[in-house]
């Protein structure tokens, strides 16, 4: 319930938002609070496509340093704001420019697709960027048959399974997800055996094989909320239960396991925004030549719906 403090908190952001005529966008698994105050809530590919074509200015990025960083890249004309510096993201943190170079100079010829949790160093060095919600479209579009995915392996694997060609994978893996394990899915199966299970590609492959349903935060929700079963389980940061239960409340929702939370993601609250449009920080940036390089590989990945 919502205090008398949040109330405040949210009077003032919706008056500095107007004021700073901005838009503010959040991630599936940001809080419920900042959800409700955002007005774009979805994945990393409908916030990517927000960031861009929205008329905004201004724009409060309530989610992970890289989708900051890639809303700049797409449009350095506006006002990136990151309301909690410090919220990264550890996947995108397992590759950096040199490691991607190394690994490209080991397959020359392969076409390099990397996911979107990445750096823009490491998207300027890439020929193509997926999200989970596009990366078999856009595996299935590249002219090549040999692909160096990264730096995501679970995602690597579950693309894998659908084409014939060859996935050489990045070592990386997120640490929430990887949470998940088939113990958590044996328990669930035995307490709700009615209950379909969604789950996120970034779920190592044994929890995917077991899934009923496996896709983006939006594919996810959009599946939960229109599927005939009453009991929805989800294998995905805790964020999307909380939305699924604003969504849906005549069905019932369970998180796959206990702990699946993203620490960077939940770091920013009401108050983070609140200081964000009244200091206008922190604005992310990124060196005009780098930009160009990585908007080349956003902007085909955005090709891929
Ligand atoms: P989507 O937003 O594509 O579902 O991916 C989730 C994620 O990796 C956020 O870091």
Redesign the pocket.
């Known amino acids: 319930m919502a205090t008398n403090m949040d109330s405040k908190v949210f009077a003032n952001i919706l008056r500095l938002k107007e004021k700073r005529q901005a838009i503010i966008l959040a ?3 940001q809080s419920e609070e900042v959800q409700q105050i955002a007005d774009y809530v ?4 409908g ?1 990517s496509v927000q960031a861009k074509e929205n008329s905004a200015q201004v724009v409060v990025f309530c ?2 340093h ?2 900051a960083e890639s809303a700049y890249i797409l449009a350095p004309h506006k006002t990136i704001l990151l309301p909690e510096k410090t919220a990264g ?1 550890p ?1 995108a943190d397992t590759i950096d420019y040199e490691g991607l170079q190394a690994a490209k100079a080991q397959y020359p010829n392969a076409t390099v697709v990397c ?3 990445s750096s823009a160093k490491v998207k300027s060095i890439s020929d193509i960027c997926c ?3 596009n990366a078999l479209q856009v595996i299935t579009g590249v002219d090549n048959d040999q692909i160096l995915f990264v730096p995501d392996k679970n995602l690597a694997h579950y693309v894998a399974q659908h084409t014939k060609k060859q996935i050489i994978p990045w070592a990386g893996a ?1 640490v929430t997800h990887q949470r998940v394990s088939l113990n958590d899915v044996a328990l669930i199966r035995q307490h709700h055996p009615d209950a379909v299970i969604a789950v ?1 590609p ?1 779920c190592e492959p044994e929890i995917v094989d077991q899934a009923d349903f496996v ?6 929700i959009q599946y939960a909320v229109s599927c005939t079963q009453t009991k929805v389980v989800i294998g ?2 805790m964020g999307v239960v909380t939305q699924l239960k604003a969504k849906c409340p005549t069905k019932t929702f369970y998180l796959l396991a206990p702990g699946l939370v ?1 620490p960077n ?1 939940k770091k920013t609250r009401l108050q983070s925004i609140e200081k964000a449009l009244i200091h206008m920080e922190t604005k992310i940036t990124v060196s005009e030549d780098i930009r160009i390089q990585a908007k080349t590989a956003l902007e085909r990945m955005l090709t891929y719906k």
């Open positions: 991630h599936s698994y979805g994945d990393s590919f916030l989610g992970v890289f989708m993201c996947l996911y979107i949790n999200t989970s919600s997120c996120h970034e896709g983006s935060t939006t594919a996810i995905t940061e993203c993601m």
